[in-house]
C-alpha cells in the first residue's frame, strides 16, 4: 500500500513525457490532454498519501522530478512548437531575434525546476503558494491550446499566433513560478467563509466565467487565480 502514492506519480511522469512525444508529433491537442491527465494524477499521489499515511523522502522527490516534466518541459515544448509554426510572422527580424525569441520557452522548465526546488525547502508552503505553482503554469499554457482548437476562438487565436505574445506570455509565467508573492493553496482545514475569502471568491469568479463564457473561460482560470490570491492577502492585512 506505501508504493501506491509513487506508483500514481510515476503515471504523472509518464503522461508528461507521453505529451512531449505527441506535442513533437504535431498533436498539441492530445499533448495538452496529457497533461491535465497529469494534473489528475499530480492530484492524486498527494490525496493518496494522505490517506494511507504514505509519505516518504523518495515520494517527495519523484513527484517534483515528475512536475518537472509535466508541468515545466511539457508546456514549454507546446509553448516552442506553436513559435515555431508562427515563426513566419517575425521573418523580417534580424536572424539572431528570431532565435532568440523561439528560444525563449527554454526560461519556463528553467524557473519551474528553481520553483520546485525551493518549494521542497520551504516550509512556509503547507497553506499558501509562494509563486505560481507548476501546474497552475501548465494550466495557463495548455488552456490556450485547448480553447483555441476546440473553439476556433479568433481572439485566443490571435494571441497564439503571435511569437511576441507567447514570448511575453511564456516569461510572465516563468517569472511568475519563482516569484515570492503569496498565491491560494486548495488545502484548506475547514469550509467556514472566514479564512477562505480567496477561495470562495475564486470559486464564484470561475463559475461566472464559465456560465458567461463556456469553455472558453478556461483561459481565465489562472488569472482569476491570481486575482482572488491578491484580494485574499489585501483582506489579510
Known amino acids: 500500500m506505501r508504493h501506491i502514492p509513487n506508483i500514481i506519480t510515476s503515471l504523472n511522469l509518464i503522461s508528461g513525457f507521453t505529451a512531449i512525444l505527441y506535442a513533437l508529433g504535431g498533436d498539441l491537442l492530445t499533448a495538452s490532454w496529457l497533461i491535465l491527465a497529469a494534473m489528475i494524477f499530480d492530484f492524486l499521489d498527494g490525496f493518496s498519501a494522505r490517506l494511507l499515511g504514505a509519505y516518504s523522502e523518495l515520494g517527495k522527490e519523484l513527484d517534483s522530478l515528475a512536475d518537472m516534466v509535466s508541468f515545466g518541459v511539457a508546456p514549454a ?102 516569484t515570492r508573492i503569496p498565491l491560494l493553496s486548495l488545502k484548506t482545514k475547514h ?21 458567461v463564457l463556456g469553455i472558453r473561460a478556461a483561459t481565465l482560470v489562472i488569472p482569476l487565480y491570481i486575482v482572488a490570491s491578491l484580494v485574499s492577502l489585501l483582506i489579510k492585512d
Open 77 to 178: 515544448v507546446i509553448i516552442h512548437l506553436i513559435m515555431k509554426q508562427n515563426a513566419g510572422a517575425v521573418a523580417h527580424y534580424p536572424q539572431l531575434t528570431q532565435q532568440i525569441l523561439l528560444f525563449i520557452p527554454v526560461v519556463m522548465p528553467l524557473c519551474a525546476g528553481l520553483r520546485l526546488a525551493i518549494f521542497n525547502v520551504d516550509t512556509r508552503q503547507t497553506t499558501s503558494f509562494r509563486g505560481l505553482p507548476t501546474p497552475a503554469n501548465a494550466i495557463a499554457v495548455i488552456s490556450l491550446v485547448i480553447v483555441s482548437l476546440l473553439t476556433g476562438s479568433h481572439a485566443i487565436k490571435a494571441l497564439t499566433s503571435s511569437v511576441q505574445a507567447m514570448a511575453l506570455i511564456t516569461v510572465t509565467l516563468s517569472l511568475l513560478m519563482v
Open 191 to 211: 469550509l467556514r467563509f472566514r479564512g477562505n475569502e480567496g477561495r470562495y471568491l475564486m470559486a464564484v469568479l470561475i463559475f461566472i466565467a464559465f456560465i
